[in-house]
């Protein structure tokens, strides 16, 4: 491939640019995710460690991104090719840029039908379906919605069509103008929940038993799903902060940058915890009640409080923004490619992956109901077929390779016009990327493919990854 100018489109600020980027970072992994693993890995400590792996895994990989992203000056595919071919590295590399497109593309099939059931909610809780609801009509609610394939590809296509739209009218006029109002929007609405839940008398034994560590609750497990979240909170490795860098002007700090999304990603997840312990506590419900604590457990919450019609509404339209805000981050990189070096037009090239997105989409519709005895994957169904490959291979995969390219394959020079560091600062940074980084990302890679040979497969990955940095060595 040759080299590449990119498009014309291009953030219009820096405060644009974090607020999007946030908005693709912030997802139901921050409102939904998040809380229910540390109510299932015993809180405080959990969180410690959490906060601990954000800085050695997350950021590091996240600047990667964002650099490789602004130096390559184009789409994944092509900013891959470009940078190898600067740093007279293999072409293989390009396959780096073709596994970012190709993950967020089959994230975006499945995420937006479960973003698609928080709309149900949204809409179930303004209509008060959830006013004194209790665990027997929680649970027939949500088995009743996801039994149905035709209500769940009913709110599908609606956030299929939403993402279009958006994505359609380009950075400026679709990204930015959505972002502007939702993301505001989004933290104003945490806001005010945060003021709701210190009204309800438990708001202090939530914070509690977020900040307060008890590290004789805290396992190997649990520092495994603390390691893995960090990695996955963040939108790396399917190629939206690549893609993203690529609009970014080179007067723009990408450490500037990268530390405001993750200290944002991460204020905002710790929020939401606090919101949703502070409702759980005060109805005397369990922490640790696992994925079902956003749709069947906040709702019995909000339909036995006072104002829970209310609150639990701009909770549940919290959830939607917050996810609506992922789903028009993940089409870019694909449309940006199918741009640049297919000669599509952005709104064909919309239409056109937006219909993909929602054919293949009817498969996790389906496996929640007409296909659930239906194994691709060794048991998993269709829509835990396509989250394994997705989070347990293909990201992780792609968040390695983008941290060796970065450390040890592209040019010093390029490496430092991106990030910009001098001194012990560049030292941390490189140390930590070329050794700490790798490592916690071969153990999770290991822990999600052989959960009882960790040990042995994260051995051989190190071997692999050691005699790469060898061979490196010797070729410089």
């Known amino acids: 491939m040759s080299l590449l100018k990119l498009s014309t489109q291009s953030w219009s600020s820096q405060t644009v640019f974090i607020m999007a980027a946030v908005g693709s970072a912030v997802g139901l992994g ?39 992203g602004r130096g390559g000056q184009a789409n994944p595919v092509q900013a891959m090719a470009n940078l190898a071919q600067e740093s007279k590295a293999n072409r ?9 497109v190709f993950s967020g593309m089959v994230i975006l099939t499945f995420y937006s039908v479960i973003a698609g059931l928080a709309v149900a909610y949204f809409y179930n809780s303004v209509r008060g379906v959830f006013i004194e609801m209790d665990v027997a009509s929680a649970q027939a609610l949500f088995t009743q919605t996801i039994a149905d394939p035709w209500v769940l590809m009913f709110w599908h296509s609606l956030v299929m069509l939403f993402t279009i739209g958006v994505v359609a009218r380009g950075i400026r006029g679709g990204l930015e103008k959505t972002i502007n109002f939702m993301m505001p929007g989004l933290l104003l609405i945490l806001l005010v929940l945060v003021g709701y839940a210190s009204s309800t ?15 004789s609750k805290l396992t190997w497990q649990a520092v495994l799903i603390a390691m893995g979240h960090a990695f996955f909170t963040l939108s790396i490795g399917f190629g939206t902060m690549m893609a993203y860098g690529a609009y970014l002007d080179q007067n723009i700090s990408l450490v500037r940058a990268s530390l405001w999304i993750v200290m944002m990603d991460t204020l905002i997840a710790l929020l939401a915890g606090l919101v949703i312990f502070s409702v759980v506590f005060a109805n005397q419900l369990e922490p640790g009640m696992g994925p079902g604590l956003l749709f069947q457990t906040l709702p019995i919450a909000f339909g036995q409080m006072e104002a829970g019609w209310l609150f639990g509404s701009l909770f549940f339209l919290l959830v939607v923004m917050a996810a609506l805000s992922s789903t028009i981050s993940m089409m870019e990189p694909a449309l ?4 640049q070096n297919w000669g599509m037009t952005r709104l064909g090239g919309t239409w056109f992956l937006g219909g993909i997105a929602w054919l293949i989409g009817l498969g996790t519709v389906l496996s929640f109901n007409l296909w659930q005895d239906v ?10 077929s396509l989250d394994f490959l997705t989070s347990s291979i293909l990201l992780p ?9 970065m450390a040890w394959t592209l040019r010093a020079d390029l490496r430092q016009t991106q990030i910009s560091l001098q001194g012990w600062q560049l030292n941390l ?37 050691l005699t790469y940095v060898y061979q490196v ?3 410089k």
């Open 375 to 384: 194994h691709f994957l060794g048991e998993r169904h269709f829509f835990d």
């Open 336 to 339: 940006s490619w199918l741009e």
């Open 473 to 475: 060595g010797q070729a």
């Open 92 to 100: 293989l590399w390009t396959l780096l840029g073709f596994n970012g």
């Open 429 to 465: 940074f490189m140390l930590t990327l070329r050794y700490v980084t790798p490592i916690a990302i071969m153990i999770v890679f290991a822990h999600n493919l052989a959960p009882t040979h960790t040990l042995w497969l994260a051995s051989g990955l190190l071997l692999v990854y």
């Open 30 to 68: 921050n409102i939904w995710k998040f809380p229910y693993i540390v109510g299932e890995n015993g809180g405080g400590a959990f969180v410690l460690v959490y906060l601990a792996c954000i800085l050695v895994i997350g950021l590091p990989i996240l600047l990667s991104e964002l650099a490789l």
């Open 397 to 405: 995969l792609g968040g390695l390779l983008m941290g060796v390219f």
């Open 201 to 215: 008398g438990y708001f202090m034994e939530s914070f509690y038993f977020l900040f307060t560590p008890d590290f």
